[in-house]
Each structure stands twice: as structure tokens, then as C-alpha cells.
T-cell receptor, first 112, second 114 residues
Framework: LAKTTQPISMDSYEGQEVNITCSHN???????ITWYQQFPSQGPRFIIQ???TKVTNEVASLFIPADRKSSTLSLPRVSLSDTAVYYCLVGDMGPGANNLFFGTGTRLTVIP | ETGVTQSPTHLIKTRGQQVTLRCSSQ?????VSWYQQALGQGPQFIFQ???????GRGNFPPRFSGLQFPNYSSELNVNALELDDSALYLC?????????????FGDGTRLSIL
């Protein structure tokens, strides 16, 4: 299972775009890249998932270069409610896949 | 669509006791995974259940055990509780068979060991 490296913490002002980069040098061919958001005393909440290139949904974008050894979560125009811990996970989500390695995540603090 | 629900939300036990935590998977999901999250740390994988059988296990001792029922709900049992077992226990469900399906989490059970 590929492990990941992300910054421990980041600060941003309200209204700015935030980019959180995750390194996963040992990503395997079948691995997907998934990002979760977690607030205190709550379970992680799925944000976005991708395999290659760019994925966009209503809350975020995920950029994955051709070598897939890193990925960048982009949050447009953050608000105070985006203050949370963000986890990058890499793994095979297919049948029998069973282990998500969370690491310590990136603590994002949005400043008024 | 019903999300993942866990019970109880909070629990206090003493060392040596046994505890059972419960999880109802999201509708349409057939796989349940359990995680332990200590304060300030990321979730750590305990084990996964698929088709009522354990389908993989993390680095946890045998006193952590589980069950999955025909309706895909699941239980986590912990025997001989230790102080270090104090943590948030998270359940996540997913649909096996589709490699593009992420896990969806409940809000956990906060277990405190005195």
C-alpha cells in the first residue's frame, strides 16, 4: 500500500484558493488517489477521487501529473468552515482492497 | 440514501472490561471497515468485513474482533480493554466490486477507558 507525505499544516485567508500537495512516490498501477476532510469529533468526509489528469466536482479539483507520484487538492475560495484536517490516501479500491493509510493529514486553518 | 450510522456515540469503560460497538452501513454498500483514531492522529485500519468474513486486518491484536451480519451491518468487539484503547472508533462502508468506489465514514464512537 503506497504511503503518502503531505504538509502538516497550512494557513489561508478567507476567499483565497488553497492548494494542498501530496507525495506518493510508490503509487501502484491500480491505486486511486482519494482526499477526505475531517472536522473534530466527526468521521472523515469524502471530497474527491481520481486516477490521472484532472478531476473536478462541486467542492474541489484534483490535479494528478502524468507520473502520478504526487497530487494536488485545490479548494477554490475557502471559507472559515473549510478549517479542518485534509487527508490524502492512495490505494486500490477494487474488490478485496481493504486498507486505507491515512497518515497525519494537513491541518488547514482559514483566517478571517 | 441513508449514510453510515454508529452506536453508541460515546462510551466509558474501565480497564479489563469488554465493549461492543455497532455500525450500520450506507444503503447499497456491502463492505465495512473499522478504524481506530487516537487524538491528534490519522485513522488506523483495524480490519474489514466482506460477505460476513474478515477480509484483511491491520496491526491490531486478536482481542479486537468483529462480525458482519447478512444485512451488512457490523460489530467491533474489544476484550480486556486497556487505557491505550481510548480513541474514536470509525466505521466506513463501501461497495466492493467497483474499483472506483470510495469508503464513506460514520461519525464514530468515542470510547474512553478509565
Amino acid at each position: 500500500l503506497a504511503k503518502t507525505t503531505q504538509p502538516i499544516s497550512m494557513d489561508s485567508y478567507e476567499g483565497q484558493e488553497v492548494n494542498i500537495t501530496c507525495s506518493h512516490n510508490n503509487i501502484a498501477t491500480n491505486d486511486y488517489i482519494t482526499w477526505y476532510q475531517q472536522f473534530p469529533s466527526q468521521g472523515p468526509r469524502f471530497i474527491i477521487q481520481g486516477y490521472k489528469t484532472k478531476v473536478t466536482n462541486e467542492v474541489a479539483s484534483l490535479f494528478i501529473p502524468a507520473d502520478r507520484k504526487s497530487s494536488t487538492l485545490s479548494l477554490p475560495r475557502v471559507s472559515l468552515s473549510d478549517t479542518a484536517v485534509y487527508y490524502c490516501l492512495v490505494g486500490d479500491m477494487g474488490p478485496g482492497a481493504n486498507n486505507l493509510f491515512f497518515g497525519t493529514g494537513t491541518r488547514l486553518t482559514v483566517i478571517p | 440514501e441513508t449514510g453510515v450510522t454508529q452506536s453508541p456515540t460515546h462510551l466509558i469503560k474501565t480497564r479489563g472490561q469488554q465493549v461492543t460497538l455497532r455500525c450500520s452501513s450506507q444503503s447499497g454498500h456491502n463492505t465495512v471497515s473499522w478504524y481506530q483514531q487516537a487524538l491528534g492522529q490519522g485513522p488506523q485500519f483495524i480490519f474489514q468485513y466482506y460477505r460476513e468474513e474478515e477480509n484483511g486486518r491491520g496491526n491490531f491484536p486478536p482481542r479486537f474482533s468483529g462480525l458482519q451480519f447478512p444485512n451488512y451491518s457490523s460489530e467491533l468487539n474489544v476484550n480486556a480493554l486497556e487505557l491505550d484503547d481510548s480513541a474514536l472508533y470509525l466505521c466506513a462502508s463501501s461497495l466492493a466490486g467497483d474499483s472506483n468506489q470510495p469508503q464513506h465514514f460514520g461519525d464514530g464512537t468515542r470510547l474512553s477507558i478509565l
